[in-house]
């Protein structure tokens, strides 16, 4: 297979706010969506909690995190932490 066509899908990446980091290496990540609404046509806020693998154990509650989808890592946990976009104040 050549290098410039890639059969695997290319790895979801969501940006959300951090709202818990007491476990070991794992945060817990808001990720809040704008969805249209199907009969009504009103856009409605959804909340998602993502799992999120934090290797270094840097990022606090507050933190905006830019997250991408991973190969399970344990019972919850799909996704890892890429970067740390904008810190608490």
Known sequence: MSE???TRAARKV?????????MDK??????????????????VMRTKKLF???????????DKVRVME?????????WRVVEIVERAR
């Open 4 to 6: 410039t066509t890639d």
């Open 14 to 22: 969501r940006e959300g706010i951090v709202t818990s980091n007491s």
């Open 26 to 43: 794992t945060v817990v990540v808001s990720v809040t969506d704008r969805v249209r609404h199907a009969r009504y046509n009103k856009f």
């Open 52 to 62: 999120a693998h934090d290797e270094a154990n840097d990022a606090g509650i507050g």
């Open 70 to 78: 991973t190969r399970p890592l344990s019972k919850n946990k799909r």
